[in-house]
């Protein structure tokens, strides 16, 4: 939650009038005490993280909550955006499939979101790039922000002319007029 991205990231929306809360998956906050690389938590692990940090941040917030994430924290909320009722779901660089098996999409839930959702996604994606996406089925409700030669990470190819501090501010700026700010 405190990665070098996140942080601007947060501080880019938040200058935008976007409220930012943070929080971290059980095997991160692991990492966090025990040191090392632990393996993600399973997926109805780190949904029920999303259901209760969704649980106590939705009385704290008048008017548009909007979840989402970075990587798999958007993923994880993009499964559950429509069960919890969220405004709106925010996704930044979506990871679409495994590393090297775009043949292999994890998309089946996005066809059938009705949830309004942005996902900020470099075209060179390791993980969703622009190619193989555009041939995946995806809701009517899901909007799909290309940046140019942006890696995972959004960070683009030095001879694309575009530096990384300018494709997140494009991101955050993206991000504030899905939301209405």
Known sequence: MDSEFMDEMAQRLAALGVGVIRFEFPYMAQRRVGGGKRPPNPQKVLLECWREVYRQVRPLVTGKLAIGGKSMGGRM????????????LVCLGYPFYAVGKPEKPRVEHLAGLRTPTLIVQGERDAL??????????????????????????????????????????????????????
């Open 77 to 88: 909320a993009s499964l559950l955006a429509d069960e919890l009722g969220a405004d709106a």
């Open 128 to 181: 969703g790039n622009r190619e193989a996406v555009e041939g995946y089925a995806l809701s009517p409700a899901i909007e799909v922000s290309w940046l140019v030669a942006g890696d995972h990470d959004l960070k683009p190819l030095k001879a694309s002319g575009f530096s990384h501090a300018q494709h997140l501010q494009a991101a955050a700026e993206k991000v504030a007029g899905f939301l209405g700010l």
